[in-house]
């Protein structure tokens, strides 16, 4: 049996390092590797995978994992508690993609073949690391050192989990995974053999793969084309609350963006009813900060900006310009329709309001390169982007990435810098995992202060919505590994 997901994002692999990862390939990645633990983002707790049980000390500096035994890697070496050790310590000097979740570990300690120590430099939710959706993966030491520096830019693979490489093919953009018939989870009952992960990116070739029955299931499709197959005979819709939200960020470093006032007129420029209704669908709400709903520091008392030329006008009179006369460039994701659709909504009513908003669509690589520019004069005025869970289930990765200090930017397109906001969020990180309600508090008041200094336009909350064939079974959508699809949970009734 054969499962086929169509990938509507174009480069379904763009990594195949598991310690670098950290875009599209999470599909792939997380059909093939395992963490030790991961998160049921609806029931609100941790799920044992690689790790059986674990526990921390009372001041939550030493987190032990005891790890599943009889586990085999693809390779047929042996799961245990050196592979741990060796995975997160590689992860970690090396630097790339999420590595910095692991920031606050001091040392990974084996006490035995079954057990590991996690010593950290400051308290913090340690489970919620080990289940993040990227950078948590557990590798094969010693295939990795025989395998050699090239080894992970040749398309292997040293996973645990369910399904192991077949083939790869980036002239197709597609891989082919077959399963691991050592898996620890065993192959009783109804699970695919086969799985196909290919992009898509075509709408209407993805409509017909689906329609046809090649393929089984669609992380994306335009949203006309969601309410037209609603009555199609064999698909489903499968709409659910997710932890991503997009943003567009501010240059605070550039004038005229470096002028408060006018990033607040410009953000009463935003046609945020509009955008909900006419680019979303309803498959959205407007956010309330960068922290998703759904998520447990999300809050009702962070504020948000009101589409109001009138009040835009008055700030941009008391910013020194009573005429607008404002020239901006907003960059995008060329690849992106809401994208696009959004910014020329917002591009329409800047206008009324004497703003040019030049709109710029460009692969993720030229809009990556131009935002970190070494001067801020290179770089864009306006940045969208959207942001997902790194770390499972918290909102640490959403106000740490995207806003706090940084010295060369990474993720921080606003590059904002704010010591008071800095603190909160780092505090409320390391009591997060003992005091919940005090560390929501400290999250909320962080919010608000980005919202007081109007360094992004905080757009929208989405839904996402799959479009699967009814046959499709098992599949439930976990927003914490967004547009992932478990395959060894799902069959398709014949």
């Known amino acids: ?112 073949k079954y057990t590991v120590q996690f010593i950290l430099q400051y308290a913090a939710p340690l489970t919620s690391v080990a289940a993040s959706s990227y950078a948590a993966y557990i590798l094969d030491p010693k295939a990795i050192e025989e395998g050699g520096a090239d080894f ?39 699970h695919f053999d086969k799985v196909i992960i290919k992009a898509v990116p075509e709408s209407a070739t993805a409509r017909q793969l689906l329609e046809a029955g090649e393929v089984d299931i669609l992380d994306d499709l335009p949203y006309e084309d969601v309410a037209a197959l609603k009555t199609k005979p064999g698909i489903e819709i499968v709409t659910t609350g997710s932890f991503q939200n997009l943003l567009a960020f501010f240059n605070t470093q550039r004038p005229p963006l470096d002028n408060k006032l006018v990033r607040t007129a410009v953000s009463y420029s935003f046609p945020y009813e509009q955008v909900l209704r006419d680019v979303m669908s309803g498959y959205a709400t407007q956010a309330r900060g960068p922290i998703p709903k759904g998520m447990w520091a999300y809050s009702e008392e962070v504020p ?20 607008g006369g404002l020239s901006l460039t907003l960059t995008y994701n060329s690849g992106d329709e809401n994208e696009r659709k959004t910014a020329e909504l917002w591009k329409s009513e800047a206008a009324k309001i004497g703003i040019d908003l030049a709109i710029r669509g460009m692969t993720w690589e030229q809009q990556w390169d131009m935002a970190k520019s070494p001067t801020p004069e290179a770089r864009q005025d306006i940045f969208m982007m959207y942001w997902w869970p790194d770390i499972a289930g918290d909102p640490y990765s959403f106000v740490y990435n995207m806003f706090h200090s940084e010295k060369e930017p990474v993720f921080a397109m606003s590059y904002y810098n704010n010591t008071r906001f800095d603190g909160l969020i780092d505090e409320a990180f390391t009591i997060s995992g003992v005091d919940r309600a005090r560390a929501k508090q400290m999250y909320v008041e962080a919010e608000k202060i980005l919202v007081e200094d109007a360094v992004a336009v905080f757009i929208y909350d989405q839904q996402y919505v799959r479009i699967k064939r009814t046959s499709l079974m098992g599949y439930v959508d976990n927003p914490t590994y967004p547009h992932v699809v478990f395959f060894y949970y799902t069959y398709r009734q014949e």
Request: a negative charge; aromatic letters at 14%.
């Open 152 to 190: 992970f830019a040749q398309a292997n693979e040293v996973g645990t989990g369910p399904y192991m490489l077949e083939r790869y093919s980036k002239a197709e953009d597609m891989v082919v995974l077959k399963k691991f018939p050592d898996y620890w989870g065993g192959w009783e009952g109804k």
């Open 1 to 112: 049996m054969v499962g086929v997901y169509g990938y509507t994002t174009s480069d379904v692999v763009m990594s195949w390092d598991p310690s670098d990862a950290f875009s599209n390939e999470i599909v792939v990645m997380q059909n093939i590797y395992e963490p030790l633990v991961r998160y049921d983002s609806k029931a609100d707790k941790f799920i044992p995978v690689l790790a059986t049980s674990w526990e921390s000390s009372a001041d939550g500096l030493v987190w032990t994992f005891h790890l599943r035994q009889g586990v085999k890697f693809h390779t047929g070496n042996e799961f245990d508690a050196n592979a741990v050790r060796y995975s997160i310590n590689r992860t970690i000097t090396r630097g790339q993609g999420a590595a910095w979740i692991w920031s606050s570990v001091q040392e990974v300690k084996v006490v035995d």
């Open 304 to 323: 948000q900006y009101t589409y109001d030329l009138q009040k835009a006008k008055q700030l941009l009179t008391e910013a020194g310009y009573p005429t």
